[in-house]
Protein backbone atom coordinates (compact mmCIF):
# COMPACT_ATOMS: atom_id res chain seq x y z
CA UNK A 1 0.00 0.00 0.00
CA UNK A 2 1.25 3.35 -0.83
CA UNK A 3 0.63 6.98 1.13
CA UNK A 4 -1.94 9.76 -1.05
CA UNK A 5 1.44 11.59 -1.83
CA UNK A 6 3.42 8.64 -3.27
CA UNK A 7 0.49 7.96 -5.38
CA UNK A 8 -0.03 10.90 -6.57
CA UNK A 9 3.25 11.27 -7.37
CA UNK A 10 3.42 7.78 -9.25
CA UNK A 11 0.81 9.31 -11.63
CA UNK A 12 2.19 12.29 -12.33
CA UNK A 13 5.24 10.63 -13.61
CA UNK A 14 3.05 8.14 -15.31
CA UNK A 15 1.73 11.30 -17.06
CA UNK A 16 4.87 12.46 -17.90
CA UNK A 17 6.17 9.43 -19.97
CA UNK A 18 3.17 9.06 -21.74
CA UNK A 19 3.28 12.68 -22.76
CA UNK A 20 6.75 11.91 -23.78
CA UNK A 21 5.74 8.55 -25.72
CA UNK A 22 3.43 10.20 -27.46
CA UNK A 23 5.44 13.24 -28.81
CA UNK A 24 8.44 10.50 -29.80
CA UNK A 25 5.60 8.64 -31.75
CA UNK A 26 4.28 11.45 -33.40
CA UNK A 27 8.24 12.39 -34.71
CA UNK A 28 8.65 9.14 -35.76
CA UNK A 29 5.73 9.75 -38.06
CA UNK A 30 6.78 12.55 -39.63
CA UNK A 31 10.04 11.33 -40.28
CA UNK A 32 8.98 7.82 -41.79
CA UNK A 33 6.60 8.98 -44.38
CA UNK A 34 7.89 7.18 -47.63
CA UNK A 35 6.53 8.13 -51.05
CA UNK A 36 6.36 5.42 -53.63
CA UNK A 37 6.39 5.65 -57.45
CA UNK A 38 2.32 5.01 -57.39
CA UNK A 39 1.66 7.83 -55.82
CA UNK A 40 0.82 6.97 -52.15
CA UNK A 41 2.47 8.21 -49.54
CA UNK A 42 2.62 6.01 -45.94
CA UNK A 43 3.67 5.71 -42.65
CA UNK A 44 7.01 2.95 -42.66
CA UNK A 45 7.84 2.45 -39.34
CA UNK A 46 8.92 -1.74 -40.22
CA UNK A 47 9.58 -3.43 -43.28
CA UNK A 48 6.50 -4.65 -42.43
CA UNK A 49 4.20 -1.69 -43.27
CA UNK A 50 6.80 -1.53 -47.23
CA UNK A 51 5.80 -5.00 -48.12
CA UNK A 52 2.26 -4.22 -47.21
CA UNK A 53 1.98 -1.65 -49.53
CA UNK A 54 3.94 -3.53 -52.07
CA UNK A 55 1.90 -6.20 -52.42
CA UNK A 56 -1.38 -3.95 -52.66
CA UNK A 57 -3.53 -4.29 -55.53
CA UNK A 58 -2.97 -0.59 -55.86
CA UNK A 59 0.27 -0.46 -56.44
CA UNK A 60 0.44 -3.73 -58.25
CA UNK A 61 -2.29 -2.54 -60.75
CA UNK A 62 0.17 0.28 -61.22
CA UNK A 63 3.51 -0.99 -61.65
CA UNK A 64 1.49 -3.52 -64.29
CA UNK A 65 0.28 -0.59 -65.82
CA UNK A 66 3.22 1.45 -66.34
CA UNK A 67 5.39 -1.55 -68.34
Do not use: P, T, W
Not at 13 to 23: D, G, N, T
Not at 31 to 55: P, Q, S, T, W
Amino acid sequence: MYCDMCKIKYYCEEEKYKERAIQEYNMRKLHNIIKCECGIEYVCFRDFHMLRHLNSKKHKKFISAKK
